[in-house]
């Protein structure tokens, strides 16, 4: 059974950094895409990026050049850094994963997996 699990989550003020992580289990090989989602306070659920097992990416235009998504292959696990953060990305984060990256960039509606959603609040 695949699991998804988020860790690095927390407050932060306006302009500083965060790091989430992402460990994943439960694939028997890798071929599947990773990505992070992220829902605020009466919003929709809406993609933040996406890396394949080749570690190509694949950002929302929202955190383009502050956000990167990274990969460990080796502890099965991915990242994302955060820089200059701004009120406006305080949100739920969830990983979530699905065989195909095209999958995930259509929306949640693509994921076959999620994580259980870490907390990022950005203060002014």
């Known amino acids: 059974q695949v699991r998804l699990v988020e860790s690095g989550g927390g407050s932060v003020q306006a302009g500083g950094s965060l790091r989430l992580s992402c460990a994943v289990s439960g694939y028997a090989d890798n071929n599947r895409c990773l990505g992070w989602f992220r829902q605020a306070p009466g919003k929709e659920r809406e993609g933040v990026g996406v890396i394949n097992n080749a570690g190509a990416t694949h950002y929302a235009n929202a955190v383009k050049g502050r956000f990167t998504i990274s990969q460990d292959n080796a502890k099965n696990t991915i990242y994302l850094q955060m820089n200059s953060l701004s009120p406006e990305d305080t949100a739920m984060y969830y990983c979530?994963?699905?065989?195909?990256?095209?999958?995930?960039?259509?929306?949640?509606?693509?994921?076959?997996?999620w994580g259980q959603g870490t907390q990022v609040t950005v203060s002014v």
């Open positions: 979530a994963a699905a065989r195909l990256c095209t999958n995930l960039l259509r929306g949640p509606g693509g994921v076959d997996y």
